[in-house]
């Protein structure tokens, strides 16, 4: 049993690239979240999804978007990267809300110079 | 409004007891988190008490829950090296999909 698994570990990428942040999940989570970790603060949530088709916006959406098309996988895009997009990434994964705990990946740094 | 603060750093010598505090804004809490994050790893689920609780105990871990100051505190007996890490308080209620984190409070253990 993986849990949460997200590729790659590290990527650097130039100022305007795109690329896709994967996440899958072999839990059979209806709920999957995507949050980004800048140095020396807490969680942001970025998108999360309630089930396949369903996907609505966190706190700081702006410049990504997600898609949910299976149970398993919920990948977040960078259309255009930006410096300020510099961060570790984190995919969470839980079978519900409220009392149900967020299993994290082990997250994605990324660097955009 | 949603929010949740902790102090960024605790030290404390091994063998001594830690207590990580947090505070949170929203009475409507249902249930709170104490996360656990290790260098370069994710975060992991350490334990949760729910809001009509106001303690739990889990081995080392003591979790205390004044509703009413809304305060929340997670104690650590026998500190070991093997517990520097940051911890994150977090929030939630049963009606939302999602969990209000702090900013996290970095624990080092000195000798």
């Known amino acids: 049993n993986a849990g949460v698994t997200q590729t790659p570990k590290f990527r650097i990428l130039k100022i305007g690239q795109s690329m896709t942040l994967q996440c899958t999940q072999d839990m059979n989570h209806n709920y999957m979240y995507w949050y980004r970790q800048d140095p020396g603060m807490g969680l942001k949530l970025i998108y999360y999804s309630v089930g396949a088709g369903i996907t609505d916006k966190g706190e700081v959406p702006n410049g990504y978007n997600v898609s949910r098309s299976t149970t398993e996988d919920f990948p977040l895009r960078l259309e255009l990267a930006a410096p300020s997009q510099t961060s570790v990434y984190f995919c969470?994964?839980?079978?519900?809300?409220?009392?149900?705990?967020?299993?994290f990946g082990d997250g994605t740094r990324l660097s955009i110079l | 409004g949603e929010d949740v603060e902790q102090s960024l750093f605790l030290s404390v010598r091994e063998g001594d007891s830690s207590v990580i505090n947090c505070t949170y804004t929203d009475s409507s809490s249902t249930y709170l988190y104490w996360y656990k994050q290790e260098p370069g790893a994710g975060l992991q689920l350490l334990t949760y008490i729910f809001s009509n609780m106001d303690m739990k105990q889990d081995q080392r871990l003591t979790v205390l829950l004044n509703k009413k100051d809304k305060h929340l505190s997670l104690r650590i007996a026998d500190t070991q090296t093997g517990d520097s890490a940051i911890y994150f308080c977090a929030e939630s209620y049963s009606s939302a999909s999602k969990i209000i984190f702090g900013s996290g409070t970095r624990l080092s253990i000195r000798p």
């Open positions: 969470a994964s839980s079978y519900g809300s409220g009392d149900q705990p967020q299993h």
